[in-house]
């Protein structure tokens, strides 16, 4: 199922190498005046308040970048990343300009995630699975959704509940707090 991290984008990792070198100065440093360097010589910086946001809801962790990046390398050392690699998938399906790679994508979404002995296999029912396979028959920009929405409630009620009792995400909470 999982291939582990080289199963992640370059981007993604190098994504998480910067954070694990962020959140280890954060750590670190009681300032909280933490800022660090993307290969784009962009700033990334850690707002002090950005860890306490990710507990309020898992919507909120998500559409935060360094908190999504964080979740997804959890993920990863849970044996479980196919399950956020499907639900980013299906967001960058969902809005996808209709053309006529929209057939080939969906089949290569479905082949990676969905189908029975894909090689990163989400857990979904096997009503899900085939109302999945029913709607590629005529693909459209919401042809995952149910897969998806199931895969959102399953990292919501599993995934992200173990995440926010993780170390590294109790001890960079425990610094905010104490900072």
């Known amino acids: 199922m999982c291939r582990g991290l080289e199963s992640l984008p370059t981007t993604c990792l190098e994504r998480a ?3 694990k070198a962020l959140f280890g100065s954060f750590l670190q440093k009681p300032d909280l ?10 700033k990334l910086r850690l707002n002090k308040s950005e860890p306490l946001k990710w507990k309020e809801s898992f919507e909120n962790l998500l559409s935060n970048q360094n908190g999504l990046c964080l979740f997804r390398a959890f993920l990863v050392s ?24 929209l057939s ?3 089949k290569k979404i479905y082949e990676e995630y969905v189908c029975s002995d894909a090689p990163r296999e989400v857990n979904l029912d096997h009503e ?3 109302i999945t396979k029913k709607n590629l028959e005529h693909p459209s920009q919401s ?3 149910l897969a998806q929405e199931k895969i959102y409630a399953l990292m919501e009620k599993d995934c992200y509940p173990r995440f926010l009792k993780s170390p590294t995400y109790l001890e960079i909470s425990r610094q905010v707090k104490s900072g």
């Not at 299906?90 to 996808?96: A, G, L």
């Open 17 to 19: 190498k910067e954070l």
């Open 33 to 42: 005046s933490i800022i660090g360097h993307s290969h784009k010589t962009d």
């Open 78 to 101: 849970e044996f479980s990343e196919e399950n956020i690699a499907f639900y980013l998938a299906c967001e960058d399906y969902r809005i996808t300009k209709p053309s006529s790679k």
């Open 104 to 106: 080939a994508t969906a």
């Open 128 to 130: 899900t699975k085939a």
């Open 143 to 145: 042809c995952f959704s």
